[in-house]
Each structure stands twice: as structure tokens, then as C-alpha cells.
């Protein structure tokens, strides 16, 4: 009994052992915060915007329309958004503001937008609001001020962020990128504007933009000379393509004309007397054109038969 007794006990050792070496089974879907990152990926957590910047992005109301009180973007660059922007601004009866923040930067969590946005963009011209991160445009995100924040249904708000990041991602410069999201949301605050003005129309409850036809018409020509760039830039390597192929056909065909090597018709002599040469015996070869090839023109023509 003492040996079944130690055998036993034995047997239930090994098999936890057993059990705690093997593997547990793993979840079928794990929840998405506890997913593991992909392999070779470092996620690392954003940290807030230093405290000594506050103020320059949420102080006061903005004195220009690019607010980069870090100086992330380059002199250069700086210089080039803001002509854009005043631009659009001089070109729109909505203004754009930028607000440039890190890529690995957040909006502490103790700054409320909404808050913000209603104190220092209620009164005044309707604005889009825009907080954008350079190398991380699909982080960025856009606010309306209250005038007209009622009027544009979020879906589309979420198309014009949606389409200036798709734009964005198009290019691999970050100067590029800026460019092109920052046109592409011009572009898209034009149809936000017919959109306000439809609905003027319609209802009187609405929210006034303060929209001037002179100004939309202005930013319709925009629209459209952007959209015509965008074709003509798509058009323009097959055209290119297109170009350099007939140039090669065109100096092939002068190649060939200039080393072309033409050879005369072999003219059979008359005999004279039985005999196929004698003194002073020769023909003369006459060609119909000039402009055709000898060895194109074979067929002989008698000298008497011109003679009538």
C-alpha cells in the first residue's frame, strides 16, 4: 500500500510538471489593446506639447494663420504656407488656420478644443481650424468655428481631412506633403462654401458665412486652375513619352534618307550590225522625276516614241 501510496503521488508530480512546461492555448482574437506590435515596429508613446508653447497655441486668439511657435517647419517653407494661406484668405470668405505640432507631440489632455474654438473663433469670419503634424499628416484633424460648424455634416468634414491627407501621402517631402494638403483643403473649403451658400438659400435660420459672390468666384477659378494642374501633371509623362518617341522615329527616318544608297537601272544597248558594241554607239538614260528613287523608274521608254 506504501508503494501504491508513493507511486501515486509521483504520477500527479510529473503530470504538473508536464502541464506547467506546455504552452497555453492562445486566444483567438486578442483584444486590440492588448495586440503585440507588428514585428520590427517601435511604438512609441506621444508626449505633450512643452508647457512653454502653450500659451503661443492656445493663449489668444491667432494673430496669423500659421501658428509654429516651435519652429517645425523650416524658414523657407514657413514663408511659403503663409503667402498660401494669406492668399486663400484674401481669395475666401472662410479663413484657415494651421496649427503645426510635433509628429510625436500631443495636445495635452487639460487643453479642451471645443473650449478653446468657441472663445477665440465665435466672433468674426467662419474658419477652419486644422492642427497638423508634419511626417504624421494622418494624425492631423480639422475643426470648423462655431458659425458654421452646424452647417457642414461631419461625414464631410471627415471627406476633406480624408482627401487632404490622401493628397499628402502622395508625396515623400515633408515640404511637398504640407503643400498639397494645405491646397487640397483650400480646394475642398471652396465646395464647403457653395455648400453653405445652398443652404442660405434655403433656410434663413442658418448661420450666415458672409459669403461674397466675387470671392467664391474667384475661388471657383482657383478650384479649377488646381484641378487643371492636377490633369495636366497626370498627362504629362505620356505626353512626354509620346514627344521623345516621334523624335526618335523623326531622326531615324532623316538617318535613313541620308545614308539611303541608290542604284541605277541595268540598260540593255541595241546591237548595232550584229555586233553588241561599236565605236561611237551609247545611250542615254532619261528619268520621268527627279523626286522618285532610279531604281523606282524601270520602265524604258523608246527615244522615237518622244520625238511625237
Request: net charge positive; charged share 20%.
Amino acid at each position: 500500500m506504501k508503494f501504491l501510496a508513493h507511486f501515486t503521488t509521483a504520477l500527479a508530480v510529473i503530470s504538473v510538471t508536464l502541464l506547467a512546461a506546455s504552452p497555453t492555448p492562445a486566444s483567438a482574437n486578442p483584444s486590440p489593446a492588448e495586440s503585440p506590435p507588428p514585428s520590427g515596429e517601435i511604438v512609441r508613446p506621444f508626449i505633450p506639447i512643452p508647457e512653454k508653447f502653450i500659451p503661443a497655441y492656445f493663449g489668444k486668439r491667432p494673430e496669423s494663420y500659421l501658428i509654429d511657435p516651435q519652429k517645425l517647419l523650416s524658414p523657407s517653407d514657413f514663408r511659403d504656407r503663409l503667402a498660401f494661406l494669406n492668399y486663400h484668405a484674401s481669395d475666401s470668405a472662410i479663413d484657415l488656420f494651421v496649427f503645426v505640432i510635433g509628429a510625436d507631440q500631443e495636445i495635452p489632455a487639460g487643453v479642451k478644443l471645443d473650449e478653446i474654438i468657441g472663445r477665440f473663433f465665435s466672433n468674426g469670419r467662419p474658419a477652419v481650424i486644422v492642427f497638423y503634424y508634419p511626417n504624421s499628416v494622418q494624425r492631423s484633424t480639422l475643426l470648423l468655428s462655431p458659425s458654421i460648424a452646424n452647417t457642414i455634416p461631419q461625414t464631410e468634414q471627415r471627406r476633406i481631412l480624408e482627401s487632404a491627407v490622401m493628397q499628402a501621402n502622395r508625396k515623400s517631402n515633408v515640404s511637398e506633403q504640407t503643400e498639397q494638403f494645405l491646397v487640397q483643403v483650400s480646394i475642398r473649403i471652396y465646395w464647403m462654401e457653395q455648400m453653405i451658400s445652398g443652404k442660405s438659400a434655403k433656410n434663413d435660420k442658418v448661420p450666415h458665412a458672409n459669403l461674397n459672390p466675387a470671392l467664391s468666384k474667384s475661388a471657383a477659378k482657383a478650384a479649377g486652375f488646381a484641378k487643371l494642374q492636377e490633369v495636366v501633371m497626370q498627362l504629362m509623362i505620356p505626353a512626354a513619352a509620346a514627344f521623345v518617341t516621334l523624335v526618335i522615329i523623326a531622326l531615324l527616318v532623316a538617318w535613313r534618307r541620308l545614308t539611303a544608297r541608290h542604284f541605277f537601272p541595268v540598260h540593255q544597248v541595241e546591237t548595232r550590225l550584229g555586233g553588241n558594241h561599236a565605236a561611237g554607239v551609247g545611250a542615254v538614260i532619261t528619268f520621268a522625276s527627279t523626286k522618285v528613287p532610279p531604281a523606282s523608274q524601270r520602265e524604258q521608254v523608246s527615244d522615237f516614241s518622244r520625238r511625237f
